[in-house]
């Protein structure tokens, strides 16, 4: 096609624009994956992987609730009086500079804190103490703590969610069973989320074998 | 009649013998005397006409068993185990899942050597209580080496220690693997799962197998296991956790009397830490593959070509 | 019985020799068990001692072989040292042979025999070494080929099996065949023996190379997986063997009262000479491999040489082989082992010692210290494994002395009656 001379060639103009497009269109959803986004939805669910279907799911157990605090009273039938957080802190100003428990006055004053530079309220929710908050401000209940812990530890997120973090009981064949896993504070103290040390109790005791120097 | 016959002859006439010697008569004696001293010393063989029943002696190999035969071999067996330990056991069979092949990781991030898998392994698989038997073993190696001369398995002290990280290992159920070239009877071999089994009741107990593994993977019967009988783990796999002869060798066997039911191996129920991954290679979608893809994985002592199925990876 | 009679049952066991072949075997064992004060006396000290391992023996399969002190990390020991080291005089016996048939040295061939005999007893010796070895010895069954699995050829242990078997039948074949025509006064037919000896002396090699393939072909214990494991095999198997010929033959010089031509000997040495250099050098090319490349390759030559994390068991073994190896080296090199007998003795003597301890227990056990794991777990042979070891000692050296006896009848009086 000849072209004139000075003139622009509006078919291979169109041409390039139209990939440019397609690329441009292409590219941007190869890379969108929002990995926190989708991670969160899918906590949700109890069977999250594998994706095709299996007759058994991997459940995960969930706390039972908010923590309740004990009154040092019982009721008329002998059990312990609780009462919830909101109970105290309805009546209290929110204060979210504090970070340790000796930052306190009364009450969680012997708390220690060992998590990062987190503030307590980095968690909990001054608005409604009988639930969490994540870090934009919306609420999760303590039973969907894992979608908190997942929010800054997405990378033990995503290998606990394929087996490779906190382990399971169960069937590795969700076709002939169902497997059990832990939730993230079963193991790990959420003030103190390290994992504690712990002392062998089972050692090899062979023939002539020495202890090595230690 | 040759002339160096140096003495006179003396002829003994026995009723028996006839006519003989002194020497002859003399010699039968000793070979008599010999013989019973003979039998005397080797009187302790009895046990193996006592112990081991003429069915078991003529036992084929499992792979020439028919279901009748394992039906009559089961029923001895758990008859035995009631003698024996005192304990009720049931002995299954089961067979590898068609399409299946077993695959074990570790994390050698998450693991901090507590040694509970050891433990589970322990109870799991009715090993001899006297030296805490088990198929795991566990190095405390330094960070920063690979060196296992720098390991130690005797390690006496709160886990993790700072310096050090841990390496449980067991067997590999290499894909090549070099016990199985050197069994002289074929009692052990590689089943279609993956899992490299012994037919215990085959084994002649000549430890070839233990010599060649590079893993240390294999242990032998030195003595008859010893276990309480409230200890005894019921369910019992004829290849896997039953109770095992003295003189014979058994190994890891990703206990396939769980694991060919679909469930999940002993050790790996029992790790806290949640350091082990277990699944089937040939399914995309599981576990160990999510591993193999997405983690930086490596295998112990890969330069002696044994292919392991076993994988370790730090996060 | 007269002598007329005898003539006559001779003549007709010439005439039908496969029938009377047990008759032979018969007097032999009579012929046999003839003999001097002295010599009951070695039978029977050799009697005791083998009933004794009988019972160790014996007591180990009841037991368990928890009565050993192999373990997991250790599991093989003082039994496959000694049937290594027995293989090794097996093959040992080729180096009477080959100068007797292949280079037809007459005075050789007059007592190549000893050699084939030795040769026997040592792998009987090595049958048994197996057998004790054994978790479940009953099952023996299960290597026969056709009625078991024989896992051949993959499994070096069943081409052990193989030609250490084919390699006693040959020797029987052509000691008894052999003996046989002598007894019955008749010329032996080379067809029935020659084809079979030089068979033998390729078995011979193939012994002891296929032993050594057991251990050399093992990819993950570094101390044995060298090629140079089946020639230094072969190296030391030529040294030892010679050196027992030698001290046997003396024996027989000494105590019995045989006339053995000195032409025999003297090759032996000569062979030795050559042969215990070739060892050594091969000792220093391990050597110089093992500790100039260093790495974790090399931890079972610092065990054994030098000690490993404060573990040094088998060190003062060690040195004492190489001490008694190149103490040897230097009196087979002068001219005192042709001189003095005495000298010939102590050397022969060292270097059958030195080779025990460098191929049975200074190469197989630390071909386990460091396990594969590197853990490092020692091994002493406990009482029971000394016992049953020396017992089966016993034994060999018992069929040895009769089979020697039995031979030497023939030899000097081939047509020799029984009493």
């Given at each position: 096609m000849a072209a004139h001379q000075g003139s622009v060639n509006i078919p291979v103009l169109l041409v390039l624009v139209a990939t440019g497009l397609v690329a441009a269109i292409g590219f941007s959803y190869f890379f969108t994956s929002s990995v926190i986004e989708t991670e969160i939805s899918s906590l949700t669910k109890t069977a999250n992987l594998p994706t095709t279907e299996k007759k058994f799911s991997v459940d995960i157990r969930k706390p039972i609730g908010p923590p309740r605090v004990l009154t040092g009273l019982d009721d008329v039938h002998g059990s312990a009086v609780t009462v919830s957080c909101s109970t105290c802190h309805a009546t209290r100003e929110p204060n979210p500079a504090n970070k340790v428990g000796s930052d306190l006055n009364e009450f969680h004053g012997s708390l220690s804190i060992s998590h990062g530079s987190l503030s307590c309220l980095s968690c909990h929710n001054s608005?409604?103490?009988?639930?969490?908050?994540?870090?934009?401000?919306?609420?999760?209940?303590?039973?969907?703590?894992?979608?908190?812990?997942?929010?800054?530890?997405?990378?033990?997120?995503?290998?606990?969610?394929?087996?490779?973090?906190?382990?399971?009981?169960?069937?590795?064949?969700?076709?002939?069973?169902?497997?059990?896993?832990?939730?993230?504070?079963?193991?790990?103290?959420?003030?103190?989320?390290?994992?504690?040390?712990?002392?062998p109790t089972f050692k090899p005791r062979d023939r002539f074998l020495e202890k090595a120097d230690q | 009649m040759s002339n160096n016959a140096p003495q006179e002859k003396k002829y003994v006439t026995l009723p028996i013998l006839g006519q003989s010697s002194r020497r002859t008569a003399l010699k039968v004696a000793g070979a008599a005397l010999g013989l019973a001293a003979f039998g005397k010393a080797d009187s302790p063989l009895m046990v193996i006409p006592e112990n081991v029943s003429v069915d078991e002696f003529l036992q084929r190999h499992y792979k020439e068993l028919s279901d009748d035969d394992k039906r009559k071999i089961f029923l001895r067996l758990e008859t035995e185990s009631r003698e024996n330990y005192g304990a009720d056991v049931t002995i299954s069979d089961p067979k590898p899942i068609p399409g299946v092949k077993f695959g074990y990781a570790i994390s050698l991030t998450k693991c901090n050597g507590n040694g509970k898998c050891m433990e589970a392994c322990h109870k799991e698989n009715n090993h001899h209580r006297g030296v805490d038997q088990s198929y795991i073993r566990i190095l405390e190696m330094s960070k920063g080496s690979m060196d296992m001369e720098q390991g130690t398995t005797t390690y006496d002290h709160a886990v993790p220690q700072d310096d050090k990280y841990y390496m449980p290992v067991q067997c590999q159920q290499c894909d090549n693997p070099p016990c199985v070239t050197v069994c002289p009877v074929e009692a052990t071999w590689k089943e279609a799962d993956g899992i490299v089994v012994v037919d215990y009741n085959w084994c002649i107990g000549c430890?070839?197998?233990?010599?060649?593994?590079?893993?240390?993977?294999?242990?032998?019967?030195?003595?008859?296991?010893?276990?309480?009988?409230?200890?005894?783990?019921?369910?019992?796999?004829?290849?896997?956790?039953?109770?095992?002869?003295?003189?014979?060798?058994?190994?890891?066997?990703?206990?396939?009397?769980?694991?060919?039911?679909?469930?999940?191996?002993?050790?790996?129920?029992?790790?806290?830490?949640?350091?082990?991954?277990?699944?089937?290679?040939?399914?995309?979608?599981?576990?160990?593959?999510?591993?193999?893809?997405?983690?930086?994985?490596?295998v112990l002592k890969e330069d002696l070509g044994t292919k392991p199925s076993f994988f370790y990876f730090f996060d | 019985m007269s002598s007329t009679s005898v003539e006559q049952n001779l003549n007709n066991d010439a005439l039908h020799p496969v029938r009377s072949y047990p008759k032979f075997i018969w007097w032999g064992l009579g012929v046999s068990t003839n003999g001097n004060l002295l010599f009951f006396l070695w039978m029977f000290v050799l009697t005791a001692v083998a009933l004794v391992g009988a019972n160790a023996w014996a007591v180990q399969v009841s037991d368990g072989m928890i009565v050993?002190?192999?373990?997991?990390?250790?599991?093989?020991?003082?039994?496959?040292?000694?049937?290594?080291?027995?293989?090794?005089?097996?093959?040992?016996?080729?180096?009477?042979?080959?100068?007797?048939?292949?280079?037809?040295?007459?005075?050789m061939h007059d007592i190549v025999i000893l050699g084939e005999i030795l040769a026997i007893a040592a792998i009987v010796m090595c049958l048994l070494f197996v057998v004790v070895d054994l978790g479940r010895p009953e099952r023996f069954w299960h290597l026969i080929p056709g009625i078991g699995r024989f896992n051949w050829p993959?499994?070096?242990?069943?081409?052990?099996?193989?030609?250490?078997?084919?390699?006693?039948?040959?020797?029987?074949?052509?000691?008894?065949?052999?003996?046989?025509?002598?007894?019955?006064?008749?010329?032996?037919?080379?067809?029935?023996?020659?084809?079979?000896?030089?068979?033998?002396?390729?078995?011979?090699?193939?012994?002891?190379?296929?032993?050594?393939?057991?251990?050399?072909?093992?990819?993950?214990?570094?101390?044995?997986?060298?090629?140079?494991?089946?020639?230094?095999?072969l190296a030391s198997a030529f040294v030892a063997g010679p050196a027992l010929i030698l001290i046997i033959l003396t024996v027989l010089r000494k105590i019995v009262g045989l006339q053995i031509d000195e032409g025999p000997g003297r090759l032996l040495i000569n062979i030795i000479r050559v042969t215990i250099l070739i060892n050594l050098l091969m000792v220093v090319s391990e050597v110089f491999t093992e500790f100039y490349t260093g790495g974790s390759h090399t931890a079972s030559a610092r065990y054994l040489f030098l000690g490993l994390h404060g573990h040094s068991a088998l060190v003062p073994w060690i040195w004492t082989a190489?001490?008694?190896?190149?103490?040897?080296?230097?009196?087979?090199?002068?001219?005192?082992?042709?001189?003095?007998?005495?000298?010939?003795?102590?050397?022969?003597?060292?270097?059958?010692?030195?080779?025990?301890?460098?191929?049975?227990?200074?190469?197989?056990?630390?071909?386990?210290?460091?396990?594969?794991?590197?853990?490092?777990?020692?091994?002493?042979?406990?009482?029971?494994?000394?016992?049953?070891?020396?017992?089966?000692?016993a034994f060999g050296l018992m069929v040895l002395t009769l089979l020697l006896k039995m031979a030497i009848a023939v030899l000097r009086h081939p047509r020799t009656t029984s009493e």
């Open positions: 608005n409604d103490y009988d639930a969490l908050k994540l870090a934009d401000g919306s609420r999760v209940e303590f039973t969907n703590v894992m979608t908190l812990c997942a929010q800054c530890h997405s990378r033990q997120m995503q290998d606990f969610e394929h087996g490779v973090h906190g382990g399971m009981n169960g069937y590795w064949d969700l076709n002939r069973g169902a497997q059990t896993k832990n939730n993230c504070v079963d193991c790990h103290q959420p003030h103190a989320p390290q994992f504690p040390k712990m002392v | 430890r070839y197998c233990e010599a060649a593994c590079p893993y240390h993977a294999r242990r032998f019967n030195w003595e008859s296991p010893e276990i309480p009988s409230e200890e005894v783990n019921p369910n019992q796999g004829y290849l896997s956790n039953r109770v095992r002869p003295q003189g014979t060798m058994e190994k890891c066997h990703f206990c396939l009397h769980r694991t060919r039911e679909g469930r999940l191996p002993a050790c790996l129920e029992a790790c806290p830490t949640g350091a082990r991954v277990f699944g089937d290679l040939n399914n995309p979608e599981s576990d160990i593959n999510w591993v193999l893809k997405n983690k930086r994985v490596f | 050993t002190n192999m373990t997991d990390h250790v599991s093989w020991g003082l039994y496959i040292a000694n049937f290594t080291f027995s293989v090794g005089i097996a093959a040992g016996g080729v180096m009477m042979v080959i100068p007797a048939y292949l280079y037809h040295d007459k005075k993959m499994s070096m242990l069943t081409w052990d099996v193989i030609v250490l078997n084919g390699y006693l039948l040959l020797n029987l074949h052509v000691c008894g065949y052999l003996l046989y025509m002598r007894f019955l006064g008749r010329e032996p037919n080379k067809s029935w023996y020659i084809p079979f000896v030089m068979v033998s002396i390729f078995w011979a090699i193939s012994i002891h190379t296929v032993t050594a393939f057991l251990y050399c072909g093992l990819g993950g214990r570094a101390f044995w997986n060298t090629a140079l494991l089946a020639p230094r095999f190489m001490a008694l190896n190149i103490i040897a080296v230097f009196i087979f090199l002068s001219p005192l082992v042709f001189r003095y007998r005495a000298a010939l003795m102590i050397a022969c003597a060292f270097a059958f010692l030195g080779a025990w301890i460098e191929k049975g227990m200074g190469l197989i056990v630390p071909g386990f210290i460091p396990s594969t794991l590197h853990e490092i777990v020692e091994y002493t042979p406990s009482l029971a494994e000394w016992k049953v070891s020396v017992g089966i000692w």
